[in-house]
């Protein structure tokens, strides 16, 4: 597939979620300079959410108002399960558009497709709903993010054909990770012949923030090149993909990103190789050893987010990301069958299934006193 929806489209992309702050306020002037160098490097997809904070307004002044439409792609997402009606979740879409002062986006998103969200899209037929909006030309491109494994990423994909392509979480530490899924995901996406859009590439900073060893490892390759280099260069070696997301925060993180993506080249065969000695140096490192089999979750009558509640407390003993971390526990456990780890009862049953005889309870018991103190 080397014709395809975005093919055309360079391969690093300005994820608005973290833009430059003067305190609380986004700093529009910085916010400018780096949307001015991003055109003038010859960068154009730009992606904003109804959800991120003042980002879709602060691209109106630094972007829409200042260059030609024409000169970029504009991407923003609903995120309907946040809406109490279906009226105020269509609403949102027009009120994208308001804020971002445009007539139409190249692309459009629904937010975070996954099994407590999904039900939202489905009652409130938010599919049926953006694709009339796609009809009138408000929407160029129509996909979703999904934040899920590759089986249900399958069954998405297989209930909804019309979706043009799809916003997956990929990243070389995540490449195998069996909670996480990366490969097993975007083979999915390509069998379904849908081009990606790459997100977390560093994995939210993460891959900033290395073992000693593994910082080696790149740098007895290439001393010069920036962590962020290695990641972001990883998953835009894929096939397939429109381009890959970098949540760039201020202008020397812009200008880092564009050194080596201006005149990109795929990893070599050698580089990949790094990448495999770097991924196994990440897996050393102490963790909960969840494979997130799931089996002890029907086993729980408190319902309470087992693998959910693995994932943030591993991103906090591995990278050490207090904010990712207790961002990620509350995405977790925020339903009524995804329960924080205050619920746990110390039962045992969770554990009499557990395949790799992790001690449950007290895992949930060091997590409720790290993310509920």
């Known amino acids: 597939m080397t014709d395809y929806l975005g093919s055309d489209i360079p391969k690093l992309g300005f994820g608005l979620m973290r833009l430059p702050k003067i305190e609380k306020d986004i700093d529009i002037k910085q916010l400018e300079q780096m949307v001015d160098l991003f055109l003038e490097k010859g960068f154009t997809y730009f992606d904003t959410a109804y959800m991120y ?33 279906k009226e105020e979740a269509e609403q949102m879409f027009f009120t994208s558009l308001k804020r971002c002062g445009v007539d139409y986006f190249d692309f459009f998103l ?21 694709a009339k909006r796609k009809e009138e030309g408000l929407i160029r491109h129509l996909g979703f993010s999904l934040h899920e494994k590759a089986a249900y990423l399958d069954e998405i994909l297989s209930a909804h054909p019309e979706m043009d392509f799809v916003q997956l979480q990929i990243n070389y530490a995540d490449w195998l990770s069996p909670g996480i899924e990366s490969l097993a995901c975007y083979e999915t996406a390509r069998r379904h012949n849908k081009p990606i859009i790459i997100m977390e590439p560093v994995k939210g900073g993460n891959l900033m923030n290395l073992p000693p060893a593994a910082i080696d490892a790149f740098a007895s390759l290439d001393p010069q090149a920036s962590l962020a280099s290695w990641a972001i260069r990883f998953a835009a070696s894929l096939e397939g993909i429109i381009t890959v997301l970098s949540g760039m925060s201020n202008l020397a993180q812009m200008q880092d990103n564009i050194s080596f993506m201006v005149d990109f080249k795929p990893l070599s065969s050698e580089e990949l190789a790094v990448i495999d000695i770097v991924r196994a140096e990440i897996a050393k490192l102490p963790s909960i050893p969840c494979t997130c089999c799931e089996y002890c979750l029907p086993a729980c009558d408190q319902k309470v987010a087992i693998t959910g509640i693995f994932e943030a407390m591993n991103l906090h003993l591995v990278y050490h990301n207090e904010r990712l971390s207790k961002l990620t526990y509350g995405w977790n456990t925020n339903g009524a069958d995804s329960r924080p780890a205050s619920a746990c ?22 997590a409720r006193e790290v993310f509920e103190p």
């Open 53 to 85: 904070q003042g980002s879709e307004e602060a691209i109106r002044k630094a972007l829409v108002e200042r260059h030609p439409r024409e000169s970029y792609q504009l991407a923003s997402k609903l995120p309907a399960w946040l809406a109490p009606t």
């Open 110 to 130: 629904l937010h975070n497709v996954a099994r407590p969200r999904t039900p939202f899209f489905d009652r409130y037929d938010t599919w049926g709903f953006l």
């Open 345 to 366: 009862t110390a039962c045992g049953k969770c554990e009499a299934v557990c395949t790799q005889h992790i001690k449950i309870a007290d895992e949930l018991k060091r």
